[in-house]
């Protein structure tokens, strides 16, 4: 069933003037096939540790001095410099430092190329979910915080209990553009020799000299996969609305 759809593919693809045969080749296939799942790994996980850097800083930037100029300084230097300099800076020297440090106690480096990618992409864009959130948490109306106070909610469940959750909802729309925004930017991997789509596209190409071929291919993984994210926050956005807000 699946080589019937693969030769369907290729001779649709070859009277468009496309040389797809590389589908063919099992060791190809199989690189492309992992390469596009790793994608999906790394996107998925840096989603997930973005927000959570997101929220943590957030909650740093709507409290007391001491906590809101670090987190203003780290917002700064991260939104304000490319994501690919941050990748190389965590990979090529703090990787090295660390590598450096352990092998003083004959430890190997725990910290792979794929970890520093993950960890890099969770805390570039938390500090974009982190303004679109601290938005949303000034954006709370003081009446529904005097009712949280005058019910005995203090300020640690007054952050978490209210205003984070009001706030995710004014944010949504911003998080999922951030989300987007993340997606695209984990072809970034290949700049460290992770074995992402793009990277296993190089390997590929170089070989066969497809280039076309495989970035149409590339183009459209991206769009498919940036368009879930996309359904997924409408779907939340709706879902999480609420009554007077907008509506």
Not at 113 to 140: D, M, N, Q
Not at 180 to 203: C, R
């Amino acid at each position: 069933m699946i080589d019937m759809f693969l030769n369907g593919a290729l001779a649709l693809g070859a009277r468009l003037g496309l040389d797809y045969s590389f589908l063919l080749d099992a060791y190809d296939r199989n690189i492309f096939v992992e390469g596009a799942a790793t994608t999906v790994v790394i996107a998925v996980l840096s989603m997930a540790g973005s927000l959570l850097v997101g929220v943590v800083v957030a909650a740093m930037l709507t409290r007391g001095r001491w906590l809101r100029a670090p987190a203003r300084a780290l917002v700064e230097v991260l939104r304000n410099t490319p994501t690919l300099v941050q990748l190389y800076c965590a990979f090529l020297v703090f990787n090295m430092l660390v590598t450096q440090a352990l092998k003083e106690y004959g430890i190997d480096n725990p910290l792979s190329p794929f970890l520093w990618v993950v960890v890099v992409l969770s805390v570039h864009k938390g500090v974009f979910h982190a303004e679109a959130l601290r938005a949303g948490i000034e954006a709370v109306p003081a009446a529904t915080l005097d009712a949280a106070r005058s019910l005995g909610f203090s300020r640690h469940d007054l952050l978490w209990r209210v205003e984070l959750p009001l706030a995710l909802r004014f944010a949504l729309p911003s998080l999922v553009n951030n989300l987007i925004d993340l997606v695209k930017g984990s072809a970034v991997a290949s700049a460290v020799a992770v074995g992402d789509i793009t990277y296993a596209s190089i390997m590929i190409w170089t070989n066969r000299d497809n280039v076309l071929e495989l970035m149409i291919l590339i183009l459209l993984f991206f769009g498919a996969l940036t368009f879930a994210v996309n359904q997924t926050g409408r779907w939340l956005e709706e879902r999480l609305r609420m009554p007077g807000y907008g509506q």
